[in-house]
C-alpha cells in the first residue's frame, strides 16, 4: 500500500442531532474525499453519536479531512491515529444443499458461525479484524453464497 | 414573556444590537414581516430580489465588521440568496440569513415554495439550522449570531417554518452560547510564537504576506507595528487591500495573477514568509511548486484547516492575527532592522524595473486612469465596492486605498452583481461616506434593479461603469489564449445606462472625456442622489501584469516596454 493511498479509519464524535450525519457525508462528498465503509450510533447514556470512517487518502488529504470534520459545528471529537482495535461483521447467506459443516467449522476459524437457518438457505455471521473479514469472504465463495452483508468497520482506541 | 415565534425573531435581532434588515416578503414568512410592520427597533430595507438582499447585508457587515443580516422567503426566496450566502462564505463575512420555510407538517411533501433549503445551504454556510420547535427558537437564533462572529466569521442561516413564527410561547433571550463541540482558539501557542520570532530574526529576506484574515480580525494597527518595528516589506492579497494603507514605503503592492512585479518577485525570492490570514488562494500562488519555493513559512491563521492545505507549514499558528500579533511583536523588540536592508534594496530595484504603471492616453479615457482619479478626488473619503472582472483589478491596483474596510469586493467566489447591492449596505453603515461601486457594463446588469431601492431609500451610490463593451476579463482571456476568438463576450448591443437610470429614479451621465469624468464625479457627489456614470474606455486595454493561470509568480506578462516608453506615467 503506497503512502499516496493510505487506509486510515477516523472516529468522529458527533451531537446526535438531526442532519449530523448528512453534514459529515456531505463534507466527503464536497470535498472528493473517498469514504469506504461508514457506522454510526449512538454512544450510551450520553446526547452524542460515534461515526466510524473507513477511508483512505495521502498524508495531507487525511490532514485536511480532519480539520475539516473538526470545523463542522456538531463535531467535538475527530480521532485519526494508528492505534486502534478496528472490528467489522459480516452476514453470509448460503444455500442449504451446501456442506454445512464445512461452511460451521470456517465460520468458526472466523470467530463466528451459522446463526439462521431457513428451508432453503442458512446465514452465518462472522466478526473479525477488516482484513481477516476480507479473507473470510474468499474462503466462502466455493460455497456459492447467495448474498454478503458487510457491516463496515467499527472502531475503538487502544 | 409571552409572545409569537415571528415576535421573537424581531426580539432577537434588536437584542443583537443590529439597525438595519435587507430583505424581501413572501408567503413563508410573512408573519415575521407582520411584526417587522409592527416594530421599531431596526429599520427594514426592501431591496428588489433577494439575492440583492444578502449583497447589501454583507456589504453592510463588510464595512462594519458587525454581522448583516437578511431576511428572505421560502423557496425561491431562499435559492436566490443562496449566491449570496456563498459569496460571504468564500470571503468568511459575518451574516445571519433567515428564511421561511413551509410549516413542519408539509416539509418532505413537496409544497408550494418548499425546498431543502439547509440541505442547499450546507456548503456554503458556515453552520445552518432548521427551526423544529419553538422552544428552541431563541437559543438557535443567539447561537446564529455567536457562531456568525466568532471564531473564523461566516454565513449563519436560520430556517424557519412558517407555523413556528405564529405559535406563542415563552421568550427569554439567552445571554450566554455554550457550544460543547465550537471552541475557536484564539491565543496563539506560545511556543510556536518564539520560535517563529527566531525565524524571523535569523531571515534575511523575510517577506509579510497579509490577508483578508487581518481585515477580519481589526488587526491593521498591528500589522503596521510590526512592519515599522522590523522593516519588514510586505504584499497584500486582494481581500487585505488597505490594511498597510496606500504610500507606506513597505508596501511592495498586491501579489497574484494581477499582481504587480515587484510583490511577486518578492515572493518567488524570500526566505521566510510571514503569512496573516491568507490562504495561498491559487490565484495568489500560481504554480504550487514555484511559490515561495526558496522559503520557510509561518502561518497565522485563526482556521487550522486553512494552516497545510496547500503548501508545507514550518511555523504553524493557529490563533486570531491581533492576539498573535500582541504576544509576536515583542519578542522581536531587538530584531535588527539592517539584516534585511540589502533585500529591500534588491525589492525597490526590482519596482523601479517594473513599477505599477499604464501607458495613459489624450484621446481615450483609460480604466486605470479613471481608478486613480477617484482616489484624487475622494481618496480616503469613499468605500470603494466593485463587481468582478477588469474593472475589479484595475481598483484593486490602482486605488490608494488607506485603511481596511475601505475595499469590499467579491474576492473568493467572484460574484457579478455583487457590487451595487453591497454598495448599498455600505452606505447604509456608513452614510457620512462616499461610496463608489466600480462596476463594468457585463456585472451592472447583474443587479441593476436596485437602482430602485437605492433611489427609494435615498441611498445616493456613486456607480462607476467602466464601459468597454466586452465581458473585458473573459475577453481578455480570448485574447491572449484563444486566438482572440470572442465568443459571447462583445457587449455592443447595450441599453442607454443614463436613461436606465433616470428610468429608475436616479441620474445617469455618459462620459466620454476626462473633463467630463471630473465634472460628473462632482456633480454625482453634490447631488447625493444614486448614479449611474457611463465612462466609455478603451475598449482593448488589458489588466497587467497578468500570470497565466497555472504559471509561476515570476513568469509575469508585462505591459509593453515599448509602449511604457512612449508616455509612461
Redesign the interface.
Known sequence: MSLENERRVISVI??NE??VL??VT?LFA?RGYNISSLTVAPIPNSDMSHITIETQGSP?VM??IT??L??L????KVIEHEEMVEKEMVLVKFPIAENLSDIAALCSAYNGGIVNVGTEMVIAMVADEPCRIRHFIEATERYNPIEVVRGGVVAIER | MQMSGAQMVCEAIIAEGTKTVFGYPGGAIMHVYDEIYKQNGFEHILTRHEQAAVHAADGYARATGEVGVAMVTSGPGFTNAVTGLATAYMDSIPMVVISGQVPLSLIGTDGFQEIDAVGISRPCTKHNFLVRTLEELPRILKEAFYLARTGRPGPVLVDIPKDITVDIGEFVYPTEVNIPTYKPTYKGNRRQIEKAAEAIKKSKKPLLYVGGGAVLSDAYLLVRELVEKTQIPVVETLMARGVMGAGNPLLLGMLGMHGNYASNMAMSETDLVISLGARFDDRVTGKLSEFAKYADIIHVDIDPANIAKLVDVDYPIVGDITQVLEDLIPLLEDVNTDRYQAWREILRRYDELHPQSFVDSDKEIKPQWVIERIGELVGEQAIITSDVGQHQMWAAQHYPFDRPRQWINSGGLGTMGFGFPAAIGAKVACPEKTVINITGDGSILMNMQELVTAAEYKTPVINVILNNQFLGMVRQWQSFFYEKRFSETDLTFQPNFKKLAEACGGIGYDVTTKEEFDAALKDAIEKDQVCFMNVAISRFENVLPMVPAGGALFNMMLPQKSENDKGEK
Do not use: T
Not at chain 1, 459545528?73 to 467535538?76: A, D, E, L, Q, S
Open positions: 458527533v451531537m438531526s442532519s448528512a453534514r456531505s464536497a495531507r490532514e485536511q480539520k475539516q473538526h470545523k459545528i456538531p463535531v467535538y
